[in-house]
């Protein structure tokens, strides 16, 4: 069984694949096969990882973020975050199985972007919309509420990272919409979108538990400071500054 002074080996082999895919298989693949102990040591690692600033770890821990939504890890994902629980691993615990939260906003506080048709349009309409090239349409479809709307979108070769943004950033926003820009791999992968879920507390809990570690120390201590997030997201982003902080200290004589 791979033992758990093994994966920093492991962190650094997974870094240097450059296929994401292949990352979250080779993860999905451990976190299957390990036992639930060692399972919750491996992401123990990774989130300490992260959250030091290791360049390695923060490759692995953005793709075990994803791996951890993947379907087939389902069960898994509970039994790891009980364990993590009962091992007294709460920052593990809370972005692996964290408490279930409010409902989303209501749908009619999220009213579909006025396209200038004199009549609201159909979803299959406001999909057909989301492949346009029309960046002034662009403009209006990134207001859209609907999730199945914004994954076409975020698919579209004429989005930029700005128009992400301001999905990440409307409030109030549905964590259904949150949540599919978080699994769509083209653009988490980049700094500002993950800021920007990381400061919308619509965003769900575990997702933001899971991209804080990757964020800089400025973007950290506004988090942490923020009275419109979370209680455990504000514990988190202060937990991993001190974190971040000491690494950065000299060694005392």
């Given at each position: 069984?791979?033992?758990?002074?093994?994966?920093?080996?492991?962190?650094?082999?997974?870094?240097?694949?450059?296929?994401?895919?292949?990352?979250?298989?080779?993860?999905?693949?451990?976190?299957?096969?390990?036992?639930?102990?060692?399972?919750?040591?491996?992401?123990?690692?990774?989130?300490?990882?992260?959250?030091?600033?290791?360049?390695?770890?923060?490759?692995?821990?953005?793709?075990?973020?994803?791996?951890?939504?993947?379907?087939?890890?389902?069960?898994?994902?509970?039994?790891?975050?009980?364990?993590?629980?009962?091992?007294?691993?709460?920052?593990?615990?809370?972005?692996?199985?964290?408490?279930?939260?409010?409902?989303?906003p209501a749908e009619d506080q999220?009213?579909?972007?006025?396209?200038?048709?004199?009549?609201?349009?159909?979803?299959?309409?406001?999909?057909?919309?989301?492949?346009?090239?029309?960046?002034?349409?662009?403009?209006?479809?990134?207001?859209?509420?609907?999730?199945?709307?914004?994954?076409?979108?975020?698919?579209?070769?004429?989005?930029?990272?700005?128009?992400?943004?301001?999905?990440?950033?409307?409030?109030?926003?549905?964590?259904?919409?949150?949540?599919?820009?978080?699994?769509?791999?083209?653009?988490?992968?980049?700094?500002?979108?993950?800021?920007?879920?990381?400061?919308?507390?619509?965003?769900?809990?575990?997702?933001?538990?899971?991209?804080?570690?990757?964020?800089?120390?400025?973007?950290?201590?506004?988090?942490?400071?923020?009275?419109?997030?979370?209680?455990?997201?504000?514990?988190?982003?202060?937990?991993?500054?001190?974190?971040?902080?000491?690494?950065?200290?000299?060694?005392?004589?």
């Amino acid at each position: 069984m791979e033992q758990a002074t093994s994966f920093g080996d492991l962190f650094r082999r997974l870094a240097r694949l450059e296929e994401i895919e292949m990352r979250v298989g080779l993860i999905r693949e451990r976190l299957e096969s390990l036992s639930a102990a060692d399972g919750v040591q491996l992401l123990d690692d990774a989130y300490r990882g992260a959250a030091r600033g290791g360049s390695d770890a923060q490759l692995v821990f953005l793709a075990i973020g994803w791996t951890l939504f993947e379907p087939r890890l389902e069960e898994r994902r509970f039994e790891l975050g009980t364990a993590a629980r009962q091992a007294g691993l709460h920052e593990v615990a809370d972005f692996v199985l964290p408490p279930v939260e409010e409902d989303a906003p209501a749908e009619d506080q999220r009213r579909s972007p006025d396209f200038g048709r004199g009549r609201p349009l159909t979803l299959g309409e406001r999909k057909s919309l989301a492949r346009t090239h029309d960046r002034a349409l662009i403009q209006r479809v990134v207001r859209d509420p609907h999730p199945d709307v914004v994954r076409i979108l975020l698919d579209n070769p004429s989005l930029t990272e700005d128009d992400v943004i301001r999905i990440c950033a409307a409030r109030p926003n549905d964590p259904n919409v949150l949540h599919t820009v978080y699994r769509n791999r083209r653009w988490v992968v980049r700094y500002r979108p993950r800021n920007a879920l990381v400061r919308n507390p619509d965003t769900p809990l575990d997702i933001a538990l899971l991209l804080a570690p990757l964020l800089r120390r400025t973007e950290l201590r506004e988090a942490a400071t923020s009275s419109e997030l979370a209680p455990a997201v504000r514990l988190s982003c202060k937990a991993i500054l001190e974190m971040r902080i000491t690494r950065s200290q000299p060694p005392s004589d």
